[in-house]
Each structure stands twice: as C-alpha cells, then as structure tokens.
C-alpha cells in the first residue's frame, strides 16, 4: 500500500519509521530506542517530536488513517466510470493483500493491543471507520445507486472488514474477490427493490 509521499523532514521521518516498526511487530513490542533507531534520529529529538509513547501512537495512527484513505481513493478513482468506483474498492484490497508487508488493518491491529486501556487509540479507529464507510456512501451516490447509499456503504464496509479480516488473520488470498462478487450481488439486487424488504 502506497499513500502520500512524506518528506524527510523529522516529524515524517519518525511516523514513517513508527508505521514500519508498529505495523510488523505491533505497537507493545516496539521501543522508544527502536524507533530513534529506525528513525535516524536522536532519542532527544524524538521525545521532543512525542513527548510520550502514548503521543507518538496517536499521531502514528493519525498519520496511517490518512495514508491509507489517500491511497484507497487514489486507486478507487483511476477508475474512470463512476458507476464502477464502488467494486473497484475490493480490486484495491485484492492488491493491498498481495503485498509480502500486508498484515491486515493497523487501526484495528492496535486497537486489539490497546483500545481497552487507551481511549485515544479506539477513537481513532472508530473515526477511520467513519470516513471509510462515508467514502464507500459517497462513491455509491456518485454512481447513482438506487438504493439507499448509507445502508448500502454499511453493508458493503462488512465486506471490506470481512475481507481485510480474512486475508490478515487467516491469509485467505480470494478474500477481496469472493467480497467483491458477494458486493455485486448487494448492490444488484437493490437496483431491483429486494435489499430491505
């Protein structure tokens, strides 16, 4: 998964090294000594940059709910018609669970790690899965869906969790494609009236 560039300024040098790190090994394994390191900063500068671990993971889940919605919208919308851009969706996680780096949502990662002692850490997740399923209500309004598009994009955000679940937990490799297909069906069958009755 690509997002944004960054910049090799400090601040982005440390969150990127912080995604690398809490990504593959998960935010309780990784210290502070590791991050500096990973980073090619002091350990000075870096509590200057986070005064807390606590403050680095916030900013580092932050930073990764923006990365990854940038590059879900980046690969969604190089589809060119629109009433194609909900499905294309899952041919961006088909692509997304290919990469050797993928280890399924980090905001849920972490918030399976720390949501029950750090509120921060569930909110933001929460937050991420907000914008995603308002993304996925909005790519259906654009294509001119004819059923109701919040109830459409919180069926298909079951997908999507499912999937990314599937391929993360269980390295189910057709879990994007066996989404996608059970996504069509949805939104076929309330083009025809029969989603709700």
């Known amino acids: ?3 944004a560039p ?5 601040p982005d040098q440390v969150l990127a090294a912080a995604d690398r790190l809490f990504y593959r090994h998960g935010v309780q394994a990784v210290g502070m000594d590791a991050l500096r390191e990973e980073a090619g900063v002091s350990l000075r500068r870096l509590y200057q ?3 807390s671990k606590g403050a680095l993971v916030e900013a580092y889940l932050r930073w990764r709910d923006e990365r990854w919605r940038s590059w879900l919208r980046y690969s969604v919308e190089g ?5 194609e851009r909900p499905l294309a969706v899952f041919d961006a996680l088909a692509e997304w669970f290919a990469d050797e780096e993928f ?3 980090a905001l849920v990662n972490a918030t399976a790690e720390l949501g029950e002692t750090t509120p921060a850490v569930r909110r933001q997740a929460e937050h991420h899965k907000r914008a995603v399923r308002a993304y996925l209500a909005k790519l259906l309004s654009e294509a001119g869906h004819p059923g109701d598009p919040e109830e459409s994009a919180a069926q298909l955000m079951l997908l999507l969790d499912g999937a990314i679940v599937q391929a993360g937990i269980a390295g189910e490799t057709g ?3 066996r989404a996608k297909a059970m996504a069509q069906y949805l939104l076929s069958d309330a083009s025809h009236g029969r989603v709700g009755h």
């Open 1 to 3: 998964m690509q997002g």
């Open 6 to 10: 960054f910049t090799s300024d400090p």
């Open 49 to 51: 940059l986070y005064p």
């Open 79 to 83: 589809c060119s018609e629109l009433t």
């Open 103 to 105: 280890r399924g949502c």
């Open 175 to 177: 879990a994007a494609r």
